[in-house]
């Protein structure tokens, strides 16, 4: 549990991927509980159109590529005023490490995943840090945890996040930023739409993850698998490798 709770009133919020799934889920939420602002990235801001007609002012579509450093440059000169950024933005594909597309695969998930998230955290962690009171907040997967074959090299892009929510933790360990890590199970949403299997609701997520900040939670489980997940995870993370290296296609 971190020293630094968050309560979204009042807070200015930039979130990547803010158009679909995830994103849009916790964009809404972030603006129900009351967020002042809410900065939605998107690599294609017409997306966001319904929801700017819905919230006016207090939504402000900014076109943001994480893979694209001039976007996250602009994205910089155009807000001022961030308490909490979340990196959303991701991408997920089947893929392993054993054949010919492998290294393709990491550098697609890495490239997006991991290189943008950092390119991101850096352009805004200095107004963070200008705060009385900030959040950092990374979205992992439980797939991070322990590798899933079928989605191998997605798997070690958000391994790569969980490692990097710790490291960026540490390094921010005497300033009040909240660095928290949020590790969905299957969400229903674009991007998990080929897979068959139970998901709960990105509306359900975005509640737990307003609630955990709230309470200063490091460790996010948002919905009904992953929270069994963690609880395994802190007693037996070789029993939830042997679980997900089942998942194999």
Known sequence: MSKVKI??????????????????ALTIEFLENGAK????????????????AKYGDRLVPVTIDVTDQNTIDQAAELVGDVDILVNNAGILAPGGFLGNEAINSLNYHFNVNVLGLIKLTNAFVGMLRSKESAAIINVASVAGLANMPMLGTYSASKATVHSITQGIRGELANENILVAGVYPGPIDTD?????????????????????????????????????????????????IEVEFGAYVG
Do not use: C, H
């Open 37 to 52: 602002k809410v900065y939605a990235g998107a690599r294609n801001t017409e997306t966001l159109a319904d929801l700017k």
């Open 191 to 239: 991007m998990a739409k080929g897979f068959e299997m139970e998901k709960d609701s990105p509306e359900n997520l975005a509640k737990n993850v307003i609630q955990a900040l709230i309470e200063g939670k490091e460790d996010i489980f948002p919905d009904t698998m992953s929270e069994q997940v963690g609880k395994q995870y802190s007693t037996s993370p070789k029993a």
């Open 7 to 24: 309560n979204p009133e009042g807070k200015v919020v930039l979130i990547s991927g803010s158009n679909r799934g995830i994103g849009r």
